[in-house]
């Protein structure tokens, strides 16, 4: 089956710096990854939505000055948290889609900002 | 903008037997797709069963039944045999069906957390 991997899978971090969280398609191509952050006991909630070679779109409310999304290439996303802050802590969820309907999620990345 | 709602926070099973997770959803659409995820502790999300809104016949996949309604927007998941291993948080999920929407991501309702009674 289609596999996504996420890196880290735990980052801690000093408030005021940044952070780097990689998502990668192992086995098929990506034109569309998207973006989620998990608080604890909660739903997902879509931050973004990124296309290959083209600029994120980002759902309302979301920062995007804070939430960088580059989607470099067609197995590669990379969500950058900038000066990160102890309200960022979350656990945040890529996801990629190699077919029309189907959706794959990679294991997700703990975040803590202290 | 469609909604998902899952009307059950928690909800119980006895090892063995068989649960039903309720999902209603509202859409002005024709054709869409429906899914339910599962999420265990790991927080890994796995797909369950997939169904396609223009399929009259219900999906399953083995332990795992769908009752889709389109009239009715419902859509509940079925699950028989219950395991152990059935214990996580179960999400319902929508998705338009038009064709330019190759970028519409997934709708999710607040989801459901399933506990396995041994």
């Known amino acids: 089956g289609a596999v996504v991997s996420q890196h880290p899978s735990w980052v801690i971090c000093k408030s005021g710096t940044s952070v780097k969280i990689e998502c990668r398609s192992l086995?098929?191509?990506?034109?569309?990854m998207f973006w989620y952050r998990q608080f604890p006991k909660q739903s997902l909630m879509l931050m973004a939505t990124?296309?290959?070679?083209?600029?994120?779109?980002?759902e309302q409310g979301v920062e995007k000055d804070k939430f960088l999304i580059n989607h470099a290439s067609l197995t590669l996303s990379t969500l950058t948290v900038t000066s990160a802050h102890p309200e960022d802590s979350s656990f945040y969820i890529c996801s990629a889609r190699p077919f029309f309907y189907e959706q794959y999620f990679g294991p997700g990345t703990r975040l803590t900002v202290t | 903008a469609q909604t998902v709602t899952q009307s059950q926070p928690e909800m119980s099973v006895q090892e063995a037997e068989t649960v039903t997770l309720s999902c209603t959803y509202d859409t002005s659409e024709s054709d869409y797709y429906l899914f339910w995820y599962k999420q265990p502790p790991s927080r890994q999300m796995i797909l369950v069963i997939r169904?396609?809104?223009?399929?009259?016949q219900n999906a399953t996949e083995n332990r795992f039944s769908v009752n889709f309604q389109k009239a009715a927007k419902s859509f509940s998941l079925k699950i028989s045999d219950s395991q152990l291993g059935d214990a996580a948080m179960y999400f319902c999920a929508y998705r338009s069906a038009r064709e330019s929407s190759g970028n519409t991501p997934l709708v999710f309702g607040k989801g459901t957390r399933l506990s396995v009674i041994a």
């Open positions: 169904q396609e809104a223009y399929k009259q």
């Open positions: 990124s296309n290959e070679g083209s600029k994120a779109t980002y």
């Open positions: 086995d098929f191509q990506a034109t569309t």
